[in-house]
């Protein structure tokens, strides 16, 4: 949680994104990516390269890409109709920050469903 609010901090006033990685159930990492949508005041998009070697690792044995992350920096913390129509609707989570507030979301086939989760500090 402390690497998205941090994240999105930094790339304020503009959206940040990122990937979150880890294996099963549990996100051990948000590895924030570059945004590359043409207007990142409004929109994000995740750097397909930086998307694709996540996925090598991950089948190479490293963490694998368990979703995504982005901040809405003037809108509440869940998915907004632009995310909803961009979703690949493929099981995946999704972390939407709005101010200090970090919302989990699941990608179903039939939409968003919030999740609940728990922070392990170690």
Request: hydrophobic share 50%; glycine share 10%.
């Amino acid at each position: 949680m402390a690497a998205i609010r941090a994240a999105a901090r930094a790339a304020h006033p503009h959206e940040v994104c990122g990937l979150l990685l880890g294996q099963g159930d549990t996100i051990s990492v948000a590895q924030a990516t570059a945004n590359v949508a043409p207007d990142p005041l409004r929109r994000f998009a995740i750097d397909p390269a930086a998307l694709i070697a996540a996925h090598r690792a991950g089948r190479a044995g490293g963490l694998a890409v368990l979703g995504y992350f982005h901040s809405h920096p003037t809108g509440p913390a869940r998915p907004s109709p632009t995310d909803v129509a961009q979703a690949a609707h493929d099981g995946r989570i999704w972390a939407i920050i709005a101010g200090e507030t970090v919302a989990l979301w699941r990608d179903h086939t039939s939409g968003f469903a919030p999740l609940s989760y728990g922070v392990i500090v170690d």
